[in-house]
């Protein structure tokens, strides 16, 4: 007998501790909405690339493309203003991934590999290059919001990302390397032989950008949203002269937040 009434006073005492974190939540909940304030977390995937804009005239043609998993995590605060609260300023906090894998036939393209003992060879590559990005970031952005209605709203504005973990090589293939400049000696690569590169120490830590995007109430906490960012500065350090051409992150991501 006491071990049951043991049980239902842990039972009971669960049960008021539930409720009473119910009830504070609400709270909270009530006191930020009656200061503009609301709470999102969201999660998604991203897709793009990390391109030249435009594409120079080194890279001929683009042999192929294949998206990576990136999946990103992020929290809001949101501040709406006014009696309607049409308008409003979103701080976040994010981390995600920005990756792809690519194949492209280039000519006179600077490049720097790695020979089959270890040797640099610096110069200029005609024939195929196959290239892999994973780059994780920290990212923070800050956007002004404008609510269309009870279900639509849209964002638009900058962000800045920090570099926590960078990957960006690949292969040449099926070409010839010219050192030192275009008419320097010749390399050849024929049939299964390849020559690796990596540029992931000469990755730029910080990094800006903007971001627009749109977001669609579902159901009563449940978004549905889609974000554009679109980097400004170059992926590559300002003294890394082996890639001659500005190289930018842009991708969408699409997911879904919870509101609070």
């Known amino acids: 007998m006491k071990k049951h009434i043991s049980a239902i006073c842990v039972l009971m005492l669960l049960f008021a501790a539930t409720v009473n974190a119910q009830v ?5 909940i009530i006191w ?20 030249p804009v435009p594409l120079p005239r080194e890279i001929r043609s683009i042999d192929g493309y294949k998206p990576t998993l990136c999946l990103s995590v992020e929290g809001n605060v949101i501040k709406w203003f006014g ?7 979103i701080l976040g906090l994010r981390v995600e991934n920005k990756g792809m894998e690519t194949k492209a036939t280039v000519k006179n393209y600077s490049m720097e590999i790695i020979g089959t003992g270890g040797e640099k060879l610096k110069g200029n590559w005609t024939g195929g290059v196959q290239t ?5 970031y920290f990212s923070i952005p800050v ?7 009870n279900r639509m709203s849209f964002s638009a504005g900058p962000y800045v990302s920090f570099l926590t973990n960078g990957d960006f090589s690949g292969y040449v293939y099926d070409g010839y390397l010219r050192e030192i400049n275009p008419t320097g000696t010749k390399v050849e690569f024929k049939d299964d032989n390849r020559a690796s590169y990596d540029f992931s120490d000469n990755l730029r830590t910080f990094q800006c950008g903007v971001q627009v995007g749109t977001k669609w109430r579902a159901f009563k906490h449940l978004d549905v949203c889609a974000d554009l960012t679109w980097g400004l500065s170059d992926i590559f350090q300002k003294d890394f002269d082996t890639v001659t051409f500005a190289m930018y992150p842009i991708y969408l991501n699409v997911g879904f937040g919870y509101a609070f």
């Open 132 to 136: 892999k990005v994973r780059n994780t």
């Open 32 to 51: 930020s909405s009656l200061r503009g304030l609301e709470y999102e977390v969201k999660a998604g995937f991203n897709i793009g690339g990390t391109a």
């Open 143 to 149: 956007l002004a919001s404008y609510k269309l209605n």
């Open 83 to 89: 009696v309607e609260k049409k308008w409003g300023m």
């Open 24 to 28: 504070e939540r609400n709270e909270g």
